[in-house]
Structures are given as C-alpha cells and as structure tokens.
C-alpha cells in the first residue's frame, strides 16, 4: 500500500522551523539596527535658512570660538542660538564683498524687520530630557564630544546618537571626554592633541583625567532627576 504523502514532507517541520528561526532573527536584527536613534538620527542634516551657518568658514577658517555666538553654555543649561544682531555685527551693509553679501541678505532682512532667523534645530532630546550644557562644559566635557569636529561642517549634522545608553557609557568613562577647561571648544586642538595621548597621561589642571572623573561619577539610579524632568 502507498503512502499518502510523500518521504520529502518528513523535512517540512524542520525546514518550516529553521525558516521561521531565521526569520526571526532577521526581524530581531532588523529592529535592533533600524529601529534605533543610530540610523535614524545620526547624520540628521536639515535644510537651513540662506543655504544655513557655514561653521568651517566661521569656527574653522576664520578661528570664531564657539563661545562667541553660543554666549550661554557655561551659565545655562541650555545652548542659545545667537540673536540676529550678533550675525548682523559682521554682515552689515558694506562689511564683505558683493558675492558673500548676496548670500547673506537673509540676515540683513531679518535685522530690517526685527525678525529671529527661523534656524532648524538639529539635536533634538525628548521633552521629558534635560541635559545641562553648563555642567558638562564647566567640568571640562568638549563640544567635540557630542557635536564632533563642527570646524570643518559646511552644514552641521548630527554626529552621535543622543540615546540614553550613549549618555550612560559617557558618564561611566568620562575620563576619556575630559579636556583642560580652557581648551573645551578648541575642537582642533582636542582631535589633534587630546584624542591622541593615552588617558593615563591627560593633564587637566594639576590631576589626571582619571581622577576628576571619578569626582563627577555619580549612581544614575539614585540621580535620575540630574537628566530627566
């Protein structure tokens, strides 16, 4: 008498299985690199007013320190765009040749009319997330550490991912972000410099690195308001 179904279907439960193992895991690898702040918001680049601030003109070519439009990130917690009138102070009327005043007219018609330049934010935290820009800088953390090397940015991007978990990995090695407090946004000097010694030899103000670093550690469970509202 014949079988009703054929010798190859004695396979199929296991062939079904290792079908539906692998695709599971393909979802689980999926999700665990898409579905992440990794791929979604590094390299974040939006479109800016007058083609946006070119900062490797600014910060890199002509040497303007970060401090000098971002006024109040060693006394608040958070980063001020500057107000017209400070973009306004170098491109008035007659200050830069033809081409480069055509580019900036923008600027000169917000100053007229006594408008904000409508600038895009580009790192963007939850709501329900604080981080202090004054706590960070005054301890010796780089603008180069969050912002990367923004000096040579014709239109600023993000470059990290701003997750919790980048945060943690931060504040549980911080010794490997801490810069001499006069050199914070001397962002050439931190990747040229800084990066290349080894952690053991930084010197931040008469102590290494190491042990300012343990003098800001702090148990994240016990300090959750220190980040979140």
């Known amino acids: ?37 990794s791929y979604w918001e590094v390299g974040y680049m939006p479109t800016q007013p007058g083609n946006g601030f070119n900062h490797q003109i600014h910060a890199g070519k002509l040497g303007m320190d970060c401090l000098y439009c971002h006024t109040n990130v060693e006394s608040s917690s958070h980063s001020n765009v500057p107000p017209v009138a400070t973009c306004y102070g170098c491109h008035a009327e007659n200050r830069m040749t033809t081409p480069t005043a055509e580019k900036v007219g923008f600027i000169r018609e917000a100053y007229a009319n006594d408008e904000p330049i409508p600038w895009r934010e580009i790192h963007i935290l939850p709501d329900y997330v604080q981080f202090p820009h004054l706590a960070h800088v005054n301890a010796g953390v780089s603008c180069y550490s969050c912002h990367g090397q923004i000096a040579g940015m014709p239109v600023v991007h993000q470059v990290e991912n701003l997750a919790m978990g980048w945060c943690l990995d931060c504040h549980r090695n911080p010794e490997e972000n801490l810069v001499p407090r006069d050199k914070v946004t001397d962002l050439v000097w931190v990747q040229n410099e800084w990066m290349n010694q080894p952690v053991e030899q930084r010197k931040y103000h008469g102590m290494t690195a190491e042990t300012l670093a343990q003098s800001l550690v702090q148990d994240p469970p016990q300090h959750c308001a220190a980040c979140h509202y």
């Open 1 to 37: 008498m014949s079988s009703l179904f054929p010798r190859w279907m004695n396979t199929l439960p296991t062939a079904l299985g290792l079908v539906g193992a692998g695709a599971t895991a393909a979802a689980i690898g999926g999700v665990w690199y898409y579905f992440t702040p």
